[in-house]
């Protein structure tokens, strides 16, 4: 069975930084693109970033250019979010995702709150 | 970037109607090497992470059933709800993998009348 689980929420202030995991078992982790994708209080969905299998191709969301980093260790089957320089409106639950057909398996999601 | 509009945003229905959420591309979703479109719809239940309903826009994921239907082409797209269900009653999305930075719809609240 698929499984992605995130962690390293919580609430952090403004302008400092955070770094959420998510543990990937029940496929050959190091075969996918993974992605993170965000959804604020009460509203859509935001794609965030994304990582090639290998780490060869990275992209990011202009919000978040410069501000996140993506990475990942396929030894530990785990994809990485480095969040740095956070604001207000990062405030969001924050999901992995599997790169499949597209998107087809998801993490439960965890939340990260920007706040003084 | 490429814009999503859906419409409606909200929509009730009761139980064993035929409900149609519209998907709208500012530029097309063909891509003419596989001559696919690159459109997903993903249901999300309150409380509860997205989960993919249909991709190449019309395309059913494994273990949805029939009566979620995607289709459409280039940049106009519909997921059809057939006999809705009680447990149907959700947030849609549609979502472009044509080109990053890949972008959803705002989505479609489905209530029960």
């Known amino acids: 069975e698929v499984q992605l689980v995130e962690s390293g929420g919580g609430l952090v202030q403004p302008g400092r930084s955070l770094k959420l995991s998510c543990v990937a078992s029940?496929?050959?982790?190091?075969?996918?693109?993974m992605n993170w994708i965000r959804q604020a209080p009460g509203k859509g969905l935001e794609w965030v970033a994304y990582?090639?299998?290998?780490?060869?191709?990275?992209y990011y969301a202009e919000t978040v250019k410069g501000r996140f980093t993506i990475s990942r260790d396929n030894a530990k089957n785990t994809l990485y979010l480095q969040m740095t320089s956070l604001r207000s409106e990062d405030t969001a639950l924050y999901y992995c995702?599997?790169?499949?057909?597209?998107?087809?398996?998801w993490g439960q999601g965890v939340m990260v709150t920007v706040s003084s | 970037d490429i814009v999503m509009t859906q419409s409606p945003s909200s929509l009730a229905v009761s139980a064993g109607e035929t409900v149609t959420i519209n998907c709208k591309s500012s530029q097309s979703l063909f891509g003419s090497v596989r001559q696919k479109n690159y459109l997903a719809w993903y249901q999300q239940k309150p409380g509860q992470s997205p989960k993919l309903l249909i991709y190449?826009?019309?395309t059913r994921e494994s273990g949805v059933p029939d009566r979620f239907i995607g289709s459409g082409s280039g940049t106009d797209f519909t997921l059809t709800i057939s006999s809705v269900q009680a447990e149907d009653l959700a947030n849609y999305y549609c979502q472009q993998y044509y080109d990053t930075p890949w972008t959803f719809g705002g989505g479609t609240k489905l209530e029960l009348k």
């Open positions: 990582i090639s299998s290998g780490s060869s191709y990275i």
């Open positions: 995702a599997r790169n499949g057909q597209p998107w087809d398996y």
């Open positions: 029940g496929f050959t982790f190091s075969n996918y693109g």
């Open positions: 190449l826009a019309s």
